[in-house]
């Protein structure tokens, strides 16, 4: 590798910066490959698919921002639920540190996005153009009409798949039926116009245009994973002492008698890789740990016959022939961390209260005195049903000596529903001056307490 300085410096009329040539990545069969496309169909499934779901008469996964509500497999978050969204942001987070650490860039490698729909488009851009020798040589020839007609079926699925996928992506914001309804007769508002579009727009650029680039350059991941690795954490590994000396040689061959390794210098790997790097060149932050390397080159060991694993997932110590540590320091740190949030998210869902309640004081006046010497202080209660049917809700104050509700506290909400009540509590001429703390419970028609509120009640002084 050249020291920075020898980059930097630069013959004259030489350009600092070159244009990167295209890749073309040639497909590669094997067990990675296989585990990477599974995952592709399970994500690009569960991306298309659950928008079209349907759960207790509306979509399964909806996030109505109008309405301020997000509607999850029966589970209804509101904007007072909106920590359970950070909660759930942190875990992904730990989550990233925690299986970066134990096992590499398995995100990059089988679950980002930028990785799952590149795969695909790369699928259009075979069957368009052909396998990888093919692809090379039609971008350098002329413009014939069967270079056009491929060129354009090509650039006509991506910019359909875009379209979907943009789609798609607003349908998990707008009513996916009510938006299909909508470009179906050419009524589709603004706003969605615009999302539709900017978001194929942008997968159209980061799959089919940028590729590569966006890993390489754009995405920071790439720049922050050193910070958690080890010697232990798994990674794309070249096995240089067994490797090593490269050459060409026949099958019946006996490397060692040939001064060479077990690397045939055929650059499969280079070939499959899509970012076009060399893993024989050990670790780099452009290896998006997809394993094409491995795949490619355990095909050629076994036309050789020998033993798969020249490049592997390995680690460091493993490499270097010493015992890999599994559970240490970092990776305890960081399961201890997000077993106890995934634990309190869980509890903290299958727990949260199905009302919102919010007592709102009269602001016309602070008190009044009933004719029998009693005080009454004046509110009106919100209440919004979270729950997934309609409530019929009694309203009882649990600390009864200090006040009671004048008259009945009985309301019924539809789900969804928020419903406002008009409120009045009576304390006797006994209670004390000054603000009380009355608290009020809101109960199910069995009598279950679904939540309770407290309120501030004002005695003044007697006169």
Not at 23 to 37: D, K, N, Y
Not at 87 to 104: K, N, P, Q, V
């Amino acid at each position: 590798m050249k020291p920075l300085a020898a980059v930097l410096v630069q013959s004259e009329g030489d350009s600092l910066y070159a244009a990167q040539p295209k890749i073309h990545p040639r497909e590669i069969a094997g067990r990675f490959a296989t585990l990477r496309t599974t995952a592709v169909f399970v994500l690009l499934g569960v991306f298309y698919l659950f928008p079209w779901l349907r759960w207790d008469g509306h979509q399964a996964v909806l996030f109505d921002l109008p309405a301020r509500k997000f509607y999850v497999f029966g589970l209804t978050f509101w904007p007072q639920d909106f920590f359970w969204l950070t909660w759930l942001l942190i875990i992904a987070g730990i989550s990233l540190f925690f299986f970066t650490a134990l096992a590499g860039r398995l995100w990059c490698g089988y679950a980002c996005p930028q990785t799952v729909w590149t795969e695909v488009f790369l699928w259009i851009e075979r069957a368009c153009e052909g396998r990888r020798n093919q692809r090379i040589k039609l971008d350098s020839s002329a413009w014939t009409r069967d270079k056009i007609l491929r060129k354009t079926s090509k650039q006509f699925l991506w910019i359909t798949l875009s379209l979907w996928t943009g789609f798609t992506f607003v349908g998990f914001f707008t009513p996916i039926i009510n938006l299909g309804r909508e470009v179906a007769s050419a009524s589709l508002g603004g706003w969605e116009s615009f999302w539709i579009v900017f978001y194929a727009f942008a997968t159209y650029g980061n799959a089919g245009f940028l590729r590569e680039q966006v890993c390489k350059y754009m995405c920071p991941y790439a720049r922050f994973q050193s910070a958690m690795f080890d010697h232990d954490t798994l990674i794309v590994s070249y096995d240089v002492a067994r490797g090593e000396t490269r050459g060409a040689r026949s099958k019946s061959a006996v490397p060692a008698a040939l001064g060479l390794g077990d690397c045939v210098d055929c650059d499969a790997c280079v070939q499959v890789c899509p970012t076009g790097i060399d893993i024989r060149e050990g670790l780099q932050i452009e290896c998006i740990a997809c394993a094409s390397c491995i795949d490619a080159c355990d095909a050629v060991m076994d036309k050789m016959r020998y033993p798969r694993g020249l490049i592997r997932y390995s680690t460091e110590n493993m490499i270097a022939g010493r015992k890999r540590r599994i559970l240490r320091p970092r990776i305890l740190v960081y399961g201890g961390l997000l077993t106890l949030l995934l634990v309190t998210f869980a509890w903290g869902i299958t727990h949260r209260s199905s009302l919102i309640i919010e007592i709102l004081r009269d602001r016309n006046a602070l008190y009044r005195e009933a004719s029998d010497g009693g005080i009454e202080n004046s509110y009106t209660l919100k209440i919004v049903n979270k729950s997934q049917a309609a409530q019929h809700f009694h309203l009882r104050v649990d600390n009864a000596a200090s006040a009671q509700i004048a008259g009945g506290a009985a309301i019924d909400l539809a789900s969804g529903e928020v419903g406002s009540l008009p409120l009045t509590l009576r304390a006797p001429p006994t209670l004390g001056v000054g603000m009380h703390a009355i608290v009020l419970a809101v109960s199910n028609d069995d009598g279950t307490v679904a939540g309770t509120q407290t309120a501030q009640f004002y005695s003044p002084e007697k006169r």
